[in-house]
């Protein structure tokens, strides 16, 4: 008889404070719709173009609620895969090009590297500490295929968030990595 182990991670949960019932679906889903809004519909405002067979990396996916509407504007065979440190908050069913997997961004699984085209994180802020952005930022490289893009959307409280001292409009940052 075979068992599955689902990876812990017991420092990031100590450092992420929000729950995962289903007043937070709510809460995450309403974010998503105002957050859509404020950017005029976009889903990302990179000048990406995925193709038959890329690979997409959602970091933090939450209720997937992102995942699901790129999905549906994408080829299907792209494949696009979300990350969290707990299921708790996962959809129960999705099309066959997503799926969701247990790992912290701070620690993702050696045989990733090169693997994804277009990597996209939102509202970690919460969730990581300085020392845990530094490995998360590394692990994002490492799994990323060269000439690959990552998209970060993160807001600013009390100037101490160190990603929007590097974006353009103090709220998202993004680029291509070669
Ligand atoms: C504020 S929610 C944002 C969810 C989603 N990105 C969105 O914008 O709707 C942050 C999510 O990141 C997850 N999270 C916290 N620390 C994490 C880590 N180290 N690695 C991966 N996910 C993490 C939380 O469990 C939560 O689901």
Redesign the pocket.
Known sequence: MSSIIQPT?TD??Q??I?P?DQG?QER??M??RL?VKLFDSKLSILPISLKEGDRVL?????????MLEFAAQLPPTVQIHG????S??FPTSYPDNIRFTV?????LPESWTSSYNFL?????????TKD?WKS?TMEMFRVLVKGGWIEL?ETAVGGTNPIPRYSYSRFVAGGRFC
């Open positions: 991670h990031e949960m450092v992420y929000m995962a937070e995450l889903d974010q998503h957050i959602e970091c933090g996916a939450g209720t997937g609620i992102w990350i969290d440190i707990t708790g908050l790992h912290s961004v701070t620690s996209h994180q939102r509202f970690l802020i919460g969730g990581l845990m998360a959307l």
